[in-house]
């Protein structure tokens, strides 16, 4: 019998289509869900969310309890608090999709990167990155200030899948032309994978996100 993934939520509550990591359609196995109270966006994003880390590792606990067989969550800038989560809970914990990246670079042909699509280009640190075994930073891009991103996760926007296409399509373009070696993209941000096929056929690369990590997770499993 599969055993379900356990997924650490935010403190949220904008639409998630199918594709977010939020929607337990987007899985093609059974997921449960744990939201921790007072985790907002920005209270993740800006990495001022050592008070809550006691509360991810009592809501990992429960979902363990339920069932699951490892966990990730609903923001890519957990990735702060890998190690801290990881060694207190008992079942494999991958933070974020930015874990997938020394894998990445290993596999790639030689004079080649990764490139990540992040949420908050500001916030996002080298010490995120050394959280997941990245020694050096690499080329990153972030939405925009006041997009649709922003204006959907944390202003109260309504869903608007074409501006959200466009303005994540109009970010990878300008990494892109600024770093011409890049042989595969990470997005960072959970909320980008619905668009993940499009900016993989439009821009002709792989594309990386909570939700290959996740399938990765799963497949560990026994007749998974």
Not at 188 to 209: A, H, M, Q, W, Y
Request: net charge neutral; proline share 6%.
């Amino acid at each position: 019998m599969t055993k379900p993934l356990g997924i650490l939520m935010l403190d949220t509550s904008f639409e998630r289509p199918v594709g977010d990591v939020g929607n337990a359609a987007s899985w093609p196995f059974p997921v449960l869900y744990k939201r921790i109270s007072g985790a907002t966006a920005r209270k993740v994003v800006s990495g001022q969310d050592d008070d809550l880390v006691d509360a991810f590792v009592a809501a990992g606990q429960e979902l363990v309890a339920e069932g699951a067989f490892a966990l990730t969550t609903s923001c890519g800038f957990l990735a702060l608090r890998q190690s801290q989560l990881s060694m207190r809970l008992t079942v494999p914990v991958a933070t974020s999709s930015l874990l997938q990246i020394p894998s990445l670079l290993a596999t790639l042909p030689r004079g080649k990167t990764v490139g990540v699509i992040t949420y908050d280009r500001a916030s996002l640190t080298e010490r995120h990155f050394q959280e997941v075994g990245v020694k050096d930073m690499p080329p990153v891009a972030g939405l925009p200030n006041g997009g649709a991103f922003r204006g959907l996760i944390e202003g109260g926007m309504k869903y608007d899948a074409q501006a959200l296409a466009g303005e994540l399509s109009m970010t990878v373009e300008h990494l892109l032309h600024h770093h011409s070696d890049i042989g595969a993209l990470v997005f960072e941000c959970t909320n980008l994978p619905p668009f993940s096929s499009g900016i993989s056929r439009k821009f002709g690369l792989p594309v990386f996100d909570i939700l290959t990590l996740g399938k990765w997770l799963h497949s560990s499993q026994p007749g998974a």
